[in-house]
């Protein structure tokens, strides 16, 4: 075990530390070990130590790891991050990966945290990675209900993991509230890209199938944090997970109903977003299209009186046939009239 050097530096990365004992509270020693042993020895079977850590490096977890007999390879996941949801089971635990999302209303932007959980028989060690999910709600909210915490570790795991898979239906709800206001921009009558381009008084922003790319790229992201973890929500619902509960199994297979209807949310956001980019490059085509039969029509009808003064531009001694005092006038005239046929038939099928 390492020494009181060791303890201190692990004390600078806790961000919670208490043992519960019949759904109650109370503090944690600074000794994990006494507290660990004390949380084992206890009579009752309800007993648990909780320890919460944020973004530790290798050094301060070692004297966690140490002392919970954590595996190498889980705590090697626990340090690294960047991990995709999954659920490890260990002789000696259970190691659990989260991804908590968070939404920035001021950037309409997503990103994604990391949480594990590693869960035995009388201990749960949380480690987070990323500002997302802090997790003293959580907390909160089990210590408030103790008969829910009387059933140990295997609470804190739902507790956790429903308080995520709930924040991610409340990120696809925000998601689907931007998405709305960008389908009506797209889809405006007077042209949503020339708007969001050159809006005046305005800096300029993206143009809109620049801001659908990076949305579909959120959701992208979003998609990897819901769609791996439906699995370990699957096996956490059935039999036969060790240091689970059989009792807690309905309340994860609840869990799993709500992460599917955020799965499927998310999916219907990545559907919907593929089909407004679809539908603005077509509008794209389409103003394209109307742009070159409008110079087209113009070409035309510039192109009358450039045939016409090619023929009779060389005007002496009034032409028409030559020597033909009416001859110059009346080009002029042909020309004027044949650019307003042109104009008025360019006009009535919507050319111009």
Sequence with gaps: MQGAGGRGRIRAVIVDCAIY????????????SAALAEARAADSGDSFLWI??????????????????????AVEDALKAHQRPKLEVYDDSLFMVLKPVLYEPESDAVSTGELMVFMGDSFVVTVRHGEGAPL????????????VLKHGPTAVLYAISDAVVDHYIEVA???????????????????????????????????????IYM??????????ATGPLAGPMSRLAGAGVPFVSEHAQPFFRDV?????????????????????????????????????????????????PTMVA?????????????????????????????????????????WL
């Design 21 to 32: 004992r019949d759904g109650r509270r109370s503090e944690g020693p600074s000794d994990f």
């Design 52 to 73: 919460g850590l944020h973004e530790p490096t290798e050094e301060e977890f070692d004297h966690v790891s140490d002392e919970f007999g954590l595996h190498p390879l």
């Design 136 to 147: 003293s709600a959580v907390r909160k909210r089990l210590e408030a209900e103790p008969e």
């Design 173 to 211: 709800g925000e998601l689907q509230v931007d998405l709305e206001e960008m389908e009506t921009e797209v889809f405006q009558p007077t042209g949503g890209e020339a708007k969001t381009v050159f809006s005046r008084g305005a800096a300029p922003g993206p143009p809109i199938a620049s801001r």
């Design 215 to 224: 949305f579909k790229r959120q959701v992208l992201e979003f998609r990897r």
């Design 256 to 304: 799993s109903d709500h992460l599917t209807r955020a799965t499927e949310q998310v999916e219907g956001l990545d559907r919907l977003l593929s089909d407004i980019l679809s539908a603005h490059l077509a509008q794209m085509g389409v103003r394209q299209n109307d742009d070159m039969r409008k110079i087209s029509a113009w070409a035309a009808m510039a192109a009358v």
């Design 310 to 350: 090619g023929v009779y531009g060389m005007n002496f001694d009034h032409m028409w046939e030559l020597h033909q005092v009416w001859g110059y006038p009346a080009v002029i005239v042909l020309m004027g009239v044949a650019v307003v046929g042109l104009y008025r038939l360019f006009k009535h099928r919507g």
